[in-house]
């Protein structure tokens, strides 16, 4: 028993470490969108369930939830992406400023922000939708996404990389 009570103290201490650590988090930012329903019937056009809509949710996705799980464990946390220059994007980037990390998003004319779509009826995940398009890093973009990484990374003690594969680490952002 004293081996534990060891352990879980230096791990209580590495937590109440946490405010203390600065993330630097690099990566591809979505918005999740849970739409809640019920199926009580079979579409008659084809052998598909017809969901009642009773509620949406909306959150942070991909990279962007990972920033959220380190704010909420208290790490002081900074996070470089692309965003579309749309509704999503600054959807995306006010619920980024309510984990009170610090957001360094480029936005991006030619892009839509990523949103990830669930269908989910009781306890059945139906079915997921896309709004996706692959990003681009066009020299332009890249020098402008490199260059706030580069602000960022004298402030960070750590730096993770947060790869959903939605061209944002594509080897081809050097400008």
């Given at each position: 028993?004293?081996?534990?009570?060891?352990?879980?103290?230096?791990?209580?201490?590495?937590?109440?470490?946490?405010?203390?650590?600065?993330?630097?988090?690099?990566?591809?930012?979505?918005?999740?969108k849970?739409?809640?329903?019920?199926?009580?019937?079979?579409?008659?056009?084809?052998?598909?369930?017809i969901?009642?809509?009773?509620?949406?949710t909306?959150m942070?996705?991909?990279?962007?939830?990972?920033?959220?799980?380190?704010?909420?464990?208290?790490?002081?946390?900074?996070?470089?992406?692309?965003?579309?220059?749309?509704a999503n994007?600054?959807?995306?980037?006010?619920?980024?400023?309510?984990?009170?990390?610090?957001?360094e998003?480029v936005?991006?004319?030619?892009?839509?922000?990523?949103?990830?779509?669930?269908?989910v009826?009781?306890k059945?995940?139906?079915?997921?939708?896309?709004?996706?398009?692959?990003?681009?890093?066009?020299?332009?973009?890249?020098?402008?996404?490199?260059?706030?990484?580069?602000a960022?990374?004298?402030?960070?003690?750590?730096v993770?990389?947060s790869?959903?594969?939605?061209?944002?680490?594509?080897?081809?952002?050097?400008?």
């Open positions: 028993m004293v081996e534990r009570n060891v352990s879980m103290n230096r791990l209580h201490t590495l937590i109440d470490g946490f405010p203390q650590v600065r993330i630097l988090c690099i990566g591809d930012v979505m918005l999740d849970f739409l809640y329903g019920s199926v009580t019937r079979i579409s008659p056009e084809a052998p598909v369930p969901m009642r809509m009773d509620r949406e909306r942070l996705g991909g990279a962007g939830n990972v920033v959220s799980n380190l704010c909420a464990l208290g790490c002081r946390t900074t996070f470089v992406s692309v965003v579309g220059d749309d994007g600054r959807q995306v980037k006010a619920f980024l400023e309510d984990t009170c990390c610090t957001p998003l936005e991006c004319r030619d892009y839509e922000t990523t949103v990830k779509i669930r269908f009826a009781g059945h995940h139906l079915l997921r939708a896309d709004q996706e398009q692959e990003l681009k890093m066009a020299p332009e973009l890249a020098a402008r996404f490199l260059e706030r990484v580069d960022c990374l004298p402030d960070a003690d750590l993770l990389l790869d959903y594969g939605k061209g944002l680490f594509d080897g081809e952002t050097a400008p």
